[in-house]
């Protein structure tokens, strides 16, 4: 597959992830990261959060399933990513990712999607954070 060929099979993505009980333990085990933010509910009330507030970087681990699982290609790996948040994800949430592409370089070969993450509840959704992912197309 060319990095043209990529790009027109995934010029538009979309995906809804749930930050599940388990997700949360399985980050939290992975990351060793016992902040009161991310574990303990009265400190997070007192702080103004309606509770506990899930590990951002969970939405990480999203870009990487993104990458991984859902391009169409699997001879790829990210050069570079970051992520702005916006508002805070909680237990339960559900994630929609929604990805389009930004540049497309034939002469590095690479693919940079710009990614935003918003949060499906209520009938609307709210934007919680967005980023970019740069893909390398491998040879």
């Given at each position: 597959?060319?990095?043209q060929e990529?790009?027109?099979r995934s010029?538009h993505i979309?995906?809804?992830?749930?930050?599940t009980?388990?997700?949360?333990d399985?980050?939290?085990r992975?990351?060793?990261?016992y902040n009161p933010?991310?574990?303990d509910s009265?400190?997070?009330?007192?702080?103004?959060?309606r509770?506990?507030?899930?590990?951002?970087?969970?939405l990480?681990?999203?870009?990487?399933?993104?990458?991984?699982m859902?391009?169409?290609?699997?001879?790829?790996?990210?050069q570079?990513q970051?992520?702005?948040f916006?508002?805070?994800?909680?237990l339960?949430?559900?994630?929609?990712l929604?990805?389009?592409?930004?540049?497309v370089?034939?002469?590095v070969?690479?693919i940079?999607?710009?990614?935003k993450f918003?949060r499906?509840a209520?009938?609307?959704?709210?934007?919680?954070?967005?980023?970019?992912?740069?893909?390398?197309l491998l040879?």
């Open positions: 597959m060319t990095i990529l790009a027109a010029a979309t995906h809804a992830y749930q930050v009980q388990e997700v949360y399985h980050f939290q992975c990351s060793l990261d933010l991310h574990t009265a400190y997070a009330n007192s702080k103004g959060f509770g506990i507030v899930m590990y951002g970087n969970i990480n681990a999203f870009i990487s399933h993104f990458v991984g859902l391009l169409p290609a699997k001879e790829l790996m990210i570079s970051d992520i702005s916006h508002k805070p994800v909680f339960n949430d559900e994630i929609l929604e990805s389009e592409i930004d540049i370089s034939e002469a070969n690479i940079n999607y710009k990614l918003r499906l209520d009938g609307k959704p709210e934007l919680v954070a967005k980023g970019h992912v740069q893909v390398g040879k």
